[in-house]
């Protein structure tokens, strides 16, 4: 049993306790709960014409964990969002949360990619869409919080990114010109949460959300709590096996002790029938 324990502790987070929302003051990913995804690179699953040189060689995939939680804010409940490569490094950081307007904000400042090598990977998209469906079923009476573009982020072929990027889920915006640049900055038109868009499975080909046990893995090797949690299981089960060698030991040693009256009476009745038969 002890062996089969040390064999599985990568799924042992399914016992950890009860999720509850926490407040923001709490250890920065305690109460999240946990999704795995593979991420394959767009260009490789759905090749496209002219695919430029400086998207070869790149990866073919990364795995990348999700963590979501409620938090009790003071003007209500809010979500908070984080995505890290199985290396640890920070994809992105996301938020909602609402207002005293009846209004939602469905950004906590920016919504980007931090990983520049895996932007137009779809993973923004994918992330965006977990806070756009907190929205939907947590307040969709209230209208979504203005959101702006800058024209700062404007440059090449990220404006175009960026704005298909928020029309993809039913926010429209305002746009303007900005020293020469059509569409360069803008902001979002009136629009309830309830009419938001969720994206599909089909939107997002590129990602497959992996089973729940390699995302209780990745859970369990990842976050500090689970880490000690796995430790400290890991301290009992190497205990315990101890305990049971030393009681095995202690108890063979009685065994053979307990045997010696048993060997006296055997040796002292034979030499008792020996003597009998000689005196014969």
């Known amino acids: 049993m002890a062996l089969q324990l040390w064999?599985?502790?990568?799924?042992?987070?399914?016992?950890?306790?009860?999720?509850?929302?926490?407040?923001?003051?709490?250890?920065?990913?305690?109460?999240?709960?946990?999704?795995?995804?593979?991420?394959t690179d767009p260009q490789r699953v759905l090749p496209e014409a002219g695919m430029p040189r400086s998207a070869q060689g790149r990866p073919g995939s990364v795995v990348v964990a999700i963590g979501t939680r409620e938090v009790s804010l003071y003007?209500?409940?809010?979500?908070?969002?984080?995505a890290r490569t199985s290396d640890g490094r920070l994809v992105c950081e996301m938020g909602a949360r609402m207002t005293g307007w009846q209004s939602v904000k469905l950004t906590n400042g920016h919504v980007i990619v931090e990983q520049a090598s895996l932007r137009g990977w779809r993973i923004g998209a994918f992330c965006f869409n977990l806070v756009v469906r907190w929205a939907k079923r947590h307040c969709p009476d209230y209208e979504v919080f203005p959101i702006k573009l800058l024209a700062s982020d404007a440059n090449g072929v990220n404006r175009l990114r960026r704005n298909a990027f928020y029309?993809?889920?039913?926010?429209?915006?305002?746009?303007?010109?900005?020293?020469?640049v059509a569409d360069?900055?803008?902001?979002?038109?009136?629009?309830?949460?309830?009419?938001?868009?969720?994206?599909?499975?089909a939107d997002c080909p590129n990602i497959l959300e992996l089973d729940l046990s390699h995302a209780l893995g990745a859970a369990t090797h990842w976050l500090p709590q689970s880490q000690k949690r796995a430790s400290d299981?890991?301290?009992?089960?190497?205990?315990?096996?101890?305990?049971?060698?030393?009681t095995g030991r202690v108890f063979?040693?009685?065994?053979?002790?307990?045997?010696?009256?048993?060997?006296?009476?055997?040796?002292?009745?034979?030499?008792?029938?020996?003597?009998?038969?000689?005196l014969r």
């Open 7 to 39: 064999d599985q502790l990568s799924y042992l987070d399914e016992k950890a306790p009860p999720y509850e929302p926490v407040t923001q003051d709490e250890k920065k990913y305690q109460g999240m709960q946990w999704r795995l995804i593979r991420v």
């Open 75 to 82: 003007d209500g409940p809010g979500f908070e969002l984080v």
């Open 167 to 180: 029309e993809k889920f039913g926010i429209n915006f305002t746009y303007a010109v900005v020293d020469g």
């Open 184 to 201: 360069a900055a803008g902001e979002s038109l009136p629009v309830k949460a309830e009419s938001l868009i969720e994206l599909k499975p």
């Open 233 to 246: 299981l890991r301290k009992s089960i190497v205990e315990l096996r101890d305990q049971r060698a030393r």
């Open 252 to 278: 063979l040693s009685w065994i053979r002790y307990l045997n010696w009256p048993g060997y006296f009476l055997a040796f002292g009745v034979g030499a008792l029938l020996m003597r009998m038969w000689c």
